[in-house]
């Protein structure tokens, strides 16, 4: 094997994975291109934008800034572990209040919004903007997203979740 390779073992989504890597790889690259996963996306690569994030044992993160080997031995779930079967009740609010466009903010706003909701499930809108404020939307002014966090999370309440 290449010096500069070393074996990672991984659980994506529930599955686990083992394939041999550069050391300097990032975790986004690995996913997206040798594990076919593309629910996080390419974006700045300087943590900025946040189209890249995974849930990383447990905790959001920006995958872009993790080194692959580094997380040997990690539990990832990315944007396909939300839901296998439908839209989830968030996402379902994202799509009725035309919440995105393109998509390409959709892990990063999506996983902030449920992190955001394990913690403080009736937030008001400037809880909202602070909690999603690490990522960046190019398409929507923002104003949509928060609107269909504020919606899900005041009928969940209402819903007595
Ligand atoms: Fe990772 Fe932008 S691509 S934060
Ligand atoms: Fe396009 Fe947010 S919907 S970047």
Redesign the pocket.
């Known amino acids: 094997m290449d010096d500069d390779l070393t074996v990672l073992e991984i659980t994506v989504n529930g599955e686990s994975r083992s394939v041999a890597v550069d050391r300097r790889e990032l975790l986004i690259d690995t996913l997206r291109n040798r594990f076919g996963v593309t629910g996080p996306k390419i974006g700045c690569l300087t943590g900025d934008c946040g189209a890249c994030t995974v849930r990383l044992d447990g905790l959001i993160t920006k995958s872009c800034l993790r080194i692959s080997v580094a997380e040997h031995g990690a539990e990832i779930e990315t944007l396909e572990s939300m839901s296998t079967d439908g839209l989830t009740g968030l996402q379902e609010s994202f799509w009725n209040n035309n919440a ?7 892990s990063g ?1 999506l996983f902030a919004a449920e992190d955001l909701l394990d913690h403080n499930p009736a937030p008001t809108e400037d809880e909202i903007r602070q909690a999603i404020s690490g990522n ?5 002014g923002y104003h949509a997203i928060v609107t269909a966090i504020k919606n899900y999370a005041d009928r969940a309440t209402d819903n007595g979740r």
């Open positions: 995105f466009q393109c998509g390409y903010c959709l706003m960046l939307c190019r398409c929507t």
